[in-house]
């Protein structure tokens, strides 16, 4: 029986088929599995055959239905193994296969794709122009060396055209796959040294044969990067049910650089806007932390539980080795905060939460008849105590109170004051603290604790923009300061929880090894334009709070629709507007679990959830965590969607009540400072829920929208 492969490229052009083509891609490898290998070159109905004048004579081409072929490399060797490449049009078909050629890669020993016809004609007039050139890109590098690293004779007489990164990039769909990345990376600087320990010696399997002349089974077992092998008859359908979530660890030589430099001497930053791949550098970088000695243990932390879980399952499937995972704890800040004080002091108080927080200031404001708001005096606390560590009155009488627009002399700060030992007492009278409280006792226990037992070799932290002073102390004091104590990924733009920080200020300082990414790999560029829309005007501080970040030559490479942004009467159109419009994606092949919508509040979610479900479209909450293989819309809060990404993405209720919501806004009046902090967190907000869309975006509201819609669909 015939043994199948999926190729990368036959999952990109699978994944937007619709149901109807998809169905007939199952029904056609279903019988591919079935006939023998006599049999299916037989068979009528899957036609089988070959491609005139194709530049791999492997080419074959089989029927899915009368306008659709699928593309076949079939083996020459006597081996069983056939790999399916691409789903296209009939006529499509053909052209495509006659100007591709697979190869094995002579380095890494994997199978890699051409297109041959293409580099053939473009190289002999590059070679013109490249002749009077001043400089040429790869000229610092002999051919021996090039040929070391897997690169043959075609794609090297093409690669010593070459002129500049912008020309190689543009050479990138033409060139196999490892001898593309290998050029990649000596352009960004790599030395052949690092590239060959990075990418052969990473890719290349121990037992791969010396020789090119491998069978196509055996370069399709060396590429499993790259080629999905079905290995049991049940497993066809498992694979074709489910989307193609095959996790994506590839890195761009800018990324990779950063990720895998061989040491920093202190701690280390990496910014982007949504999609640049920040999270897959940190965990790259756990990888190398973890593969340059076997004992040391890495801390990788980030905001929330969801996102915990998520590096979690990732760095899993990235490292696919038990031993080097048990040598890193994944978890938030405030969860590893805790365990520290309970291991530390033998238990520790129950945090409580914002809500909760807040009318225990109400009660404080109310028995002192104080003249601020609950939310002032929390902000205080937070803003001010918290972040600067302040433990006593005189401590507070002379804080700088930076940030904070409301000016309080010595007889107003004694009064909150005041309010603040209230404040704490209750909470300590009821065993109870804040996060942030429990972070800044984890800090002031691990100053000075034993951290080979409490603590870690290296902390590595994501979505770093969250975090507070409070909870960056724990963190500076769960690592020994030192080379490569600290990497941090993080975006300015994404932040949604009122974090102000100045890391060289709590003994962090990552001058000198900061590094930007701009490209984004998730989303379209015009879902990307709409949504840098949403933040035109307004300032946004460094990660670091040392100066204004910004989004100049933030872009993607992906091309698609236009976001669309539409208003309704009332809610009830507006939700039978998003059913209609989930109904389209679905329409075109878009599985449910792809998809996602997300409000400000869960009132508006349980609207969409019943009208979906009363639809027949199925749907999930996203706090409740389902699966990757639960079918379902995804429905989440705003807030919720940090760090997720979807096929489609709907943002319903951007109203001016809610985005921005008055409640969570200091009154200008009380603070103008506070107030344009909270309006730009809300701004934020609303960039983060649209950046979540990888290829499309969907915005509503009913009655007066957000403002902030205003920049975004000018």
């Given at each position: 029986?015939?043994?199948?492969?999926?190729?990368?490229?036959?999952?990109?052009?699978?994944?937007?088929?619709?149901?109807?083509?998809?169905?007939?891609?199952?029904?056609?490898?279903?019988?591919?599995?079935?006939?023998?290998?006599a049999?299916?070159?037989?068979?009528k109905?899957?036609?089988l055959?070959?491609?005139?004048?194709?530049?791999?004579?492997?080419?074959?081409?089989i029927?899915?239905?009368?306008?659709?072929?699928?593309?076949?490399?079939?083996p020459?060797?006597?081996?069983?193994?056939?790999?399916?490449?691409?789903?296209?049009?009939?006529?499509?078909?053909?052209?495509?296969?006659?100007?591709r050629?697979?190869?094995?890669?002579?380095a890494?020993?994997?199978?890699?794709?051409?297109?041959?016809?293409?580099?053939e004609?473009?190289?002999?007039a590059?070679?013109?122009?490249?002749?009077?050139a001043?400089t040429l890109?790869?000229?610092?590098?002999?051919?021996?060396?090039?040929r070391?690293?897997?690169i043959?004779n075609?794609?090297?007489?093409?690669?010593?055209?070459i002129?500049?990164?912008?020309?190689?990039?543009a050479?990138?769909?033409?060139?196999?796959?490892?001898?593309?990345?290998?050029?990649q990376c000596?352009?960004?600087?790599?030395?052949?040294?690092?590239?060959?320990?990075?990418i052969?010696?990473?890719?290349?399997?121990a037992?791969a044969?010396?020789?090119?002349s491998?069978?196509?089974?055996?370069?399709?077992?060396n590429?499993?990067?790259?080629i999905?092998?079905?290995?049991?008859?049940?497993?066809?359908?498992?694979?074709?049910?489910?989307?193609?979530?095959?996790?994506?660890v590839?890195l761009?030589?800018?990324?990779?650089?950063?990720a895998y430099?061989?040491?920093?001497?202190?701690?280390?930053?990496?910014?982007?806007?949504?999609g640049?791949g920040?999270?897959?550098v940190?965990?790259?970088r756990?990888?190398?932390?973890?593969?340059?000695?076997?004992?040391?243990?890495?801390?990788?932390?980030?905001?929330?539980?969801?996102l915990?879980?998520?590096?979690?399952?990732?760095?899993?499937?990235?490292?696919?080795?038990?031993e080097?995972?048990?040598?890193?704890?994944?978890?938030?800040?405030?969860?590893?905060?805790?365990?520290?004080?309970r291991?530390?002091?033998?238990?520790?108080a129950?945090?409580?939460?914002?809500?909760?927080?807040?009318?225990?200031?109400?009660?404080?404001?109310?028995?002192?008849?104080?003249?601020?708001?609950e939310q002032?005096?929390?902000?205080?606390?937070?803003?001010?105590?918290?972040?600067?560590d302040?433990r006593?009155?005189?401590?507070?009488?002379?804080?700088?109170?930076?940030?904070r627009g409301?000016?309080?002399g010595?007889?107003?700060?004694?009064?909150?004051?005041?309010?603040?030992?209230?404040f704490?007492?209750?909470?300590?009278?009821?065993?109870?603290?804040?996060?942030?409280q429990?972070?800044?006792?984890?800090?002031q226990?691990?100053?000075?604790?034993?951290?080979?037992?409490?603590?870690?070799d290296?902390?590595?932290?994501?979505?770093?923009q969250?975090?507070?002073?409070?909870?960056w102390?724990?963190?500076?004091?769960?690592?020994?300061?030192?080379?490569?104590d600290?990497?941090?990924t993080?975006?300015?733009?994404?932040?949604?929880?009122?974090?102000?920080v100045?890391?060289?200020?709590?003994?962090?300082?990552?001058?000198?090894?900061?590094?930007?990414?701009?490209?984004?790999?998730?989303?379209?560029?015009?879902?990307?334009?709409w949504?840098t829309?949403?933040?035109?005007?307004?300032?946004?501080d460094?990660?670091?709070?040392?100066?204004?970040?910004n989004?100049?030559?933030?872009?993607?490479?992906l091309?698609?629709?236009?976001p669309?942004?539409?208003?309704?009467?009332?809610?009830q159109?507006?939700?039978a507007?998003?059913?209609?419009?989930?109904?389209?994606?679905?329409?075109?092949?878009?599985?449910?679990s792809?998809?996602?919508?997300?409000a400000?509040?869960?009132?508006?979610?349980?609207?969409?959830?019943?009208?979906?479900?009363?639809?027949?479209?199925?749907?999930?909450?996203?706090?409740?965590?389902?699966?990757?293989?639960?079918?379902?819309?995804?429905?989440?809060?705003?807030?919720?969607?940090?760090g997720l990404?979807?096929?489609?993405?709907?943002?319903?209720?951007?109203?001016?009540?809610?985005?921005?919501?008055?409640?969570?806004?200091?009154?200008?009046?009380?603070?103008?400072?506070?107030?344009?902090?909270?309006?730009?967190?809300?701004?934020c907000?609303l960039?983060?829920?649209?950046t979540?869309?990888r290829?499309?975006?969907?915005?509503?509201?009913?009655?007066?929208?957000?403002?902030?819609?205003?920049?975004?669909?000018?």
């Amino acid at each position: 029986m015939p043994q199948l492969a999926f190729a990368n490229s036959f999952w990109q052009s699978f994944d937007v088929l619709e149901k109807p083509v998809k169905a007939g891609v199952r029904k056609a490898m279903e019988k591919f599995q079935q006939l023998t290998i006599a049999e299916l070159y037989k068979d009528k109905g899957l036609h089988l055959e070959s491609v005139n004048n194709a530049r791999d004579p492997r080419m074959r081409t089989i029927r899915v239905s009368g306008f659709w072929r699928g593309i076949v490399l079939a083996p020459d060797d006597g081996s069983d193994t056939f790999l399916l490449l691409n789903v296209v049009p009939h006529d499509d078909a053909y052209t495509w296969a006659a100007k591709r050629l697979y190869t094995v890669n002579t380095a890494t020993r994997a199978l890699e794709v051409r297109n041959v016809a293409a580099i053939e004609q473009l190289t002999p007039a590059l070679e013109e122009a490249a002749a009077v050139a001043p400089t040429l890109l790869f000229a610092r590098h002999s051919d021996t060396v090039l040929r070391d690293l897997g690169i043959d004779n075609q794609v090297l007489r093409a690669a010593r055209t070459i002129v500049d990164k912008p020309q190689l990039e543009a050479f990138g769909t033409l060139l196999p796959e490892d001898q593309f990345e290998v050029l990649q990376c000596l352009a960004e600087g790599f030395t052949p040294e690092e590239v060959y320990r990075d990418i052969v010696v990473e890719r290349r399997p121990a037992n791969a044969a010396e020789e090119s002349s491998e069978s196509l089974a055996m370069a399709i077992a060396n590429t499993t990067s790259r080629i999905t092998l079905v290995t049991r008859p049940d497993e066809l359908a498992e694979i074709l049910d489910k989307p193609f979530a095959a996790w994506r660890v590839f890195l761009h030589p800018s990324q990779r650089r950063v990720a895998y430099r061989v040491s920093y001497k202190g701690p280390a930053q990496v910014t982007g806007g949504p999609g640049t791949g920040k999270t897959v550098v940190a965990l790259h970088r756990v990888k190398h932390l973890l593969s340059r000695s076997p004992d040391k243990r890495v801390l990788l932390t980030t905001y929330t539980n969801a996102l915990a879980a998520t590096l979690r399952a990732n760095l899993a499937l990235l490292l696919g080795d038990d031993e080097q995972l048990a040598r890193v704890e994944v978890t938030t800040v405030n969860a590893f905060a805790s365990r520290a004080v309970r291991a530390l002091a033998g238990r520790v108080a129950t945090p409580i939460g914002d809500a909760d927080e807040r009318q225990v200031w109400r009660r404080v404001g109310r028995r002192l008849r104080l003249p601020w708001s609950e939310q002032f005096l929390a902000q205080e606390f937070r803003h001010v105590v918290l972040a600067r560590d302040v433990r006593c009155r005189e401590d507070y009488r002379a804080a700088n109170r930076r940030g904070r627009g409301l000016a309080l002399g010595a007889r107003h700060r004694d009064q909150v004051w005041d309010a603040i030992e209230m404040f704490q007492a209750e909470l300590s009278a009821a065993g109870n603290l804040t996060h942030l409280q429990v972070c800044a006792q984890a800090a002031q226990m691990l100053d000075g604790a034993d951290l080979t037992v409490h603590g870690f070799d290296h902390v590595v932290v994501d979505e770093a923009q969250d975090l507070h002073p409070a909870q960056w102390r724990v963190l500076r004091a769960a690592a020994a300061p030192g080379p490569d104590d600290m990497f941090i990924t993080g975006d300015p733009h994404q932040r949604i929880y009122d974090a102000r920080v100045s890391l060289s200020a709590l003994g962090i300082s990552v001058a000198g090894r900061s590094s930007r990414l701009r490209i984004n790999y998730r989303s379209t560029e015009e879902i990307l334009a709409w949504a840098t829309g949403v933040m035109v005007g307004s300032r946004v501080d460094e990660l670091g709070g040392e100066g204004e970040d910004n989004l100049a030559g933030y872009r993607s490479l992906l091309h698609g629709t236009q976001p669309n942004a539409q208003g309704h009467p009332t809610q009830q159109d507006e939700v039978a507007a998003l059913v209609k419009r989930v109904g389209e994606w679905l329409g075109q092949g878009v599985r449910p679990s792809e998809i996602a919508v997300c409000a400000r509040f869960n009132l508006l979610l349980n609207a969409v959830h019943d009208e979906l479900t009363g639809a027949g479209i199925p749907a999930v909450r996203v706090r409740d965590q389902p699966d990757v293989d639960v079918d379902g819309v995804r429905l989440a809060t705003m807030h919720a969607m940090k760090g997720l990404e979807f096929r489609c993405v709907a943002v319903v209720g951007a109203t001016a009540r809610a985005v921005p919501f008055a409640k969570e806004v200091t009154p200008s009046e009380v603070d103008q400072v506070q107030h344009d902090s909270d309006m730009l967190r809300e701004r934020c907000l609303l960039f983060v829920a649209s950046t979540r869309a990888r290829e499309a975006l969907h915005v509503s509201w009913s009655g007066q929208p957000s403002p902030f819609l205003s920049s975004a669909s000018a």
